[in-house]
C-alpha cells in the first residue's frame, strides 16, 4: 500500500470519526432538550392529575355541602288528621328552615300560640314542608309556602283554628295563611311571612306562631325575586328542610 492510500484512507477514518462525534452531539443535545422539556411539563402534569383527583371526588360525593342547595317537590300526605297537642309548654322551640336561597331561623310562639306552633312543629317533623315552594311573594308584604300543590289551593286535609294576635304582626313575623272565607285562625299548612310594611298592618285575622330571628334577609331577597302575574316566582324557590329543636326556656 502507497503513502497515497494510507493517507487518503487516514482522511476518510477522520472524517468517520467527526460524523460519529456530530451525531452523539446532535443525540446529546436531543437528549437534553428532552429532559428540560419533561422537567417543564411536570408540574402542568401534576396539577392537572391533582385537578382531576379533586373532580372525581366530588363527583363521588365525597366533596358536597351537608346542606343541599337544590330540592324535588315530593309527593306528600293530604289526607291527615289535624295534630294531636303534643308541646312541652316548658320548652322553647325553634325552626330553621333551609331554602334554595338561603336559612331562616325561626322562634317559634308555643306559649301564646300552642295549637298554631304544634302543628306547624308537627308538619315539619314528618317532612311535610321539604321540598315544597314559596308559591307567592309580594313585595313589601308577605312571602306565602307551605302548599302541596304550589297554587295556593292545597292543606294536609285538616284544619286548626289557630290564635288570633291581639297587637298585630310585626317584620319577620310568620302566620297562617288562610282564605277569606275562612274563619280568623283558622289553617291548615300554608303559612306565611312578613316582609313589609302592607304585611305589617295587616288585619289581627290570622294565626301569629312565630318570629324570624335570624335570616329576614333571605326572605327579603325571596320577595325580590321575578314573578309572573301571579305573584309566582318565575324560577321555583324551594324549601329544602326545615327542623325543629327544642331546649329550655
Known amino acids: 500500500m502507497g503513502k497515497a492510500d494510507k493517507r487518503e484512507r487516514q482522511k476518510q477514518n477522520r472524517a468517520a470519526a467527526n460524523e460519529a462525534q456530530l451525531v452523539a452531539l446532535k443525540r446529546k443535545r436531543r437528549n437534553r432538550s428532552l429532559r428540560n422539556l419533561a422537567l417543564l411539563l411536570l408540574p402542568v402534569l401534576a396539577i392537572f392529575a391533582w385537578s382531576q383527583f379533586r373532580s372525581n371526588r366530588s363527583d363521588s360525593g365525597q366533596n358536597t355541602p351537608k346542606s343541599s342547595t337544590t330540592a324535588k317537590p315530593v309527593k306528600k300526605n293530604t289526607n291527615q288528621k289535624a295534630p294531636v297537642l303534643t308541646l312541652d309548654p316548658t320548652k322553647k322551640y325553634t325552626a330553621t328552615m333551609e331554602t334554595t336561597d338561603g336559612t331562616m331561623v325561626i322562634e317559634l310562639d308555643a306559649k301564646n300560640a300552642p295549637i298554631a306552633t304544634n302543628n306547624f312543629v308537627s308538619l315539619s317533623r314528618q317532612g311535610f314542608y321539604d321540598g315544597l315552594t314559596f308559591h307567592r311573594i309580594v313585595k313589601d308584604f308577605v312571602i306565602q309556602g307551605g302548599d302541596p300543590q304550589g297554587d295556593g289551593l292545597g292543606g294536609p286535609g285538616y284544619q286548626v283554628p289557630g290564635e288570633v294576635p291581639t297587637n298585630n304582626y310585626e317584620l319577620g313575623s310568620i302566620a ?5 272565607a275562612d274563619a280568623p285562625g283558622l289553617f291548615g299548612s300554608q ?17 301569629r306562631f312565630g318570629k324570624v330571628s335570624s335570616g329576614l334577609d333571605v326572605a327579603l331577597k325571596i320577595q325580590d325575586a321575578p314573578k309572573d302575574s301571579n305573584d309566582k316566582p318565575k324560577k321555583p324557590i324551594y324549601i329544602v328542610k ?6 329550655a326556656v
Open 176 to 180: 297562617a295563611a288562610k282564605t277569606g
Open 242 to 247: 326545615i327542623s325543629i329543636t327544642e331546649s
Open 191 to 207: 303559612f306565611f311571612i312578613v316582609t313589609g310594611d302592607q304585611g305589617v298592618g295587616l288585619p289581627n285575622e290570622y294565626a
